[in-house]
């Protein structure tokens, strides 16, 4: 079974700039998750998806956006980008349906703003 | 808001010690718990997990039980060895609205080394 999919792997980017990040997760997960990772922040949530639905949301700007196609594929968006935004962003999949489910991480995107 | 807490490390040990990270938390209610472990340039790896009071997680020789009493879920492995060296991270599953879980809180991570 194929883990979660992530891409792409690195992006640079400059200040001001959009970018869309990928994420395939397991078959048969419905539930998408999204976080980034910051040295000094460290693992912070940002959106989670199911069934194509936003169910849950982060304190992160508006800047930040994501979606869930039919397929449980998700992207997320970041617009205008400020350098602070340069992290490892991490998606998670997982089935989403009862409590203590497991979420399975990908291998992440690292995104650097110049 | 729900919150975790683990030792930051660095944790430098040698091999075939004994391993223990502390993790304390608040919730409201009663998250599930988990350990997750990084390697370098990979994504989160489930370590193990517990879903309530006074379970045991194991796996690979690493163990965490969940205190309710003392909102602790410390994790402890007798015996590490050089592979065992990654980022390590505490975790809680906060429970929504919709009854189930979706949104993990992490602790700051707790990188051990672990010498030969």
């Known amino acids: 079974k194929a883990g979660v999919t992530q891409t792409p792997r690195y992006l640079i980017k400059t200040r001001g700039q959009q970018v869309t990040l990928s994420c395939s997760p397991i078959s048969g997960h419905r539930s998408v998750s999204w976080y980034q990772q910051t040295p000094g922040q460290g693992l912070q949530f940002l959106f989670e998806y199911f069934s194509e639905t936003q169910r849950n949301k982060g304190n992160f700007p508006g800047r930040f956006s994501g979606r869930q196609f039919s397929n449980s594929r998700s992207e997320m968006n970041v617009s205008t980008l400020e350098l602070g935004d340069s992290a490892l962003y991490l998606c998670?999949?997982?089935?989403?349906?009862?409590?203590?489910?497991?979420?399975?991480f990908g291998a992440g995107t690292r995104l650097s703003v110049l | 808001g729900n919150s975790v807490t683990q030792m930051e490390g660095p944790v430098t040990l040698s091999e075939e010690a004994f391993l223990t990270i502390n993790c304390t938390y608040t919730?409201?209610?009663?998250?599930?718990l988990f350990w997750y472990v990084q390697y370098p340039g990979e994504g989160l790896q489930l370590l193990l997990k517990?879903?309530?009071?006074?379970d045991k997680g194991s796996n690979k020789g690493f163990e965490a039980t969940y205190r309710k009493e003392t909102t602790s879920f410390h994790l402890e492995k007798g015996s590490v060895q050089v592979s065992d060296s990654a980022v390590y991270f505490c975790a809680l599953s906060d429970r929504g609205s919709g009854g189930s879980n979706y949104k993990l809180t992490f602790g700051k991570g707790t990188l051990l080394t672990v010498n030969p």
């Open positions: 517990a879903t309530k009071a006074d």
């Open positions: 919730a409201t209610g009663y998250p599930s």
């Open positions: 998670a999949s997982s089935s989403g349906l009862t409590d203590g489910t497991i979420q399975y």
